[in-house]
Nanobody, 121 residues
């Protein structure tokens, strides 16, 4: 089993910055991809950043140039640096990881519990 623990959410004024962290632990052989999703009230969950092993990070247009995803493989941790935050960035942010467990040949997707980000005007 794999556990993802997020931290770093909070309240910030528009134009400000926040940094989210997500640490994975448990029976991990390889983390194939890690990413951040968000869900605002009344809206569908959307991917905001993803990093894969050996690949380029992905960002949708809505956050490109403002959000940066990074990963510390030694710590099984992924970060999301969010700059120039807008009111519309307000949402619960979820970490997700595609993980191949020890002794397994397939991967599973795991989710964190979510952390609230609120951007005030």
């Amino acid at each position: 089993q794999v556990r993802l623990v997020e931290s770093g959410g909070g309240l910030v004024q528009a134009g400000g910055s926040l940094r989210l962290s997500c640490a994975a632990s448990g029976s991990i052989f390889r983390i194939n991809a890690m990413g951040w999703h968000r869900q605002a009230p009344g809206k569908q969950r959307e991917l905001v950043a993803q990093t894969t092993s050996g690949g380029s990070p992905y960002y949708p247009n809505s956050v490109s140039g403002r959000f940066t995803i990074s990963r510390d493989n030694a710590k099984n941790t992924v970060y999301l640096q969010m700059n120039s935050l807008k009111v519309e960035d307000t949402a619960v942010y979820y970490c997700a990881a595609d993980v191949t467990g020890r002794g397994l040949t397939w991967s599973n997707t795991y989710w964190g519990q979510g952390t609230q980000v609120t951007v005030s005007s």
